[in-house]
């Protein structure tokens, strides 16, 4: 990408990051994120035809550091393996937590969402979750880790995860905990 569109990315992104600190995503125009990242119209819709496609590559982005950094905290820790499995889901509830708006934005659209789950990103999540599940599972095949990871991404979607934090008013704690007894049973 040149120099120049790779820095109107940034400035949309950073822009959107700033305008979803004000209010809900579901309330920003794409002409109010043009104009916060002081561009055109038509430099925003070269980078981004919609507002999904923008929400999904913020939470790439997001998702990317999640990994990065749990992945970091693996190679490092030598530790209980249930230690490790509260730390990263966790983590990955706050990433959800910080990410709700955007999530539900994303996982609205149902094919944007059969894109991410063939996506090498989505493969990288799964592969954490795998690696954190195998020491705590170990008569588990792989095939039969990748589906529990995969099952626990499907638990924490969007719509389940604000119906559980909203409207059932659970903590994150409260999540994380009656996630760790249903993973360990």
Not at 43 to 66: E, I
Not at 90 to 106: A, I, K, T
Not at 108 to 116: D, E, I, L, Y
Request: hydrophobic letters at 40%; glycine letters at 4%.
């Amino acid at each position: 990408m040149r120099k120049d569109a790779e820095l109107n990315r940034q400035k949309i992104l950073s822009s959107v990051e700033s305008l979803i600190q004000q209010q809900d995503m579901d309330k920003i125009g794409m002409r109010e994120i043009a104009s916060a990242a002081q561009i055109g119209m038509g430099t925003l819709y070269r980078h981004y035809p919609n507002k999904s496609a923008l929400c999904m590559d913020l939470v790439y982005g997001n998702l990317q550091h999640f990994i990065d950094t749990a992945s970091e905290y693996l190679g490092c820790y030598q530790g209980n393996p249930e230690v490790a499995l509260h730390y990263i889901l966790s983590e990955y509830l706050v990433f959800r937590e910080n990410n709700m708006g955007l999530l539900e934005s994303v996982e609205s659209n149902w094919k944007q969402g059969q894109v991410f789950y063939q996506s090498e990103l989505y493969s990288q999540l799964v592969m954490l979750l795998t690696r954190v599940l195998k020491p705590l599972k170990p008569m588990f095949s792989d095939k039969e880790l990748t589906f529990t990871a995969e099952m626990l991404t499907a638990m924490l979607k969007s719509d389940i995860y604000a119906f559980e934090r909203l409207h059932k008013g659970l903590s994150q704690e409260e999540i994380l905990s009656s996630l760790i007894k249903l993973l360990l049973n």
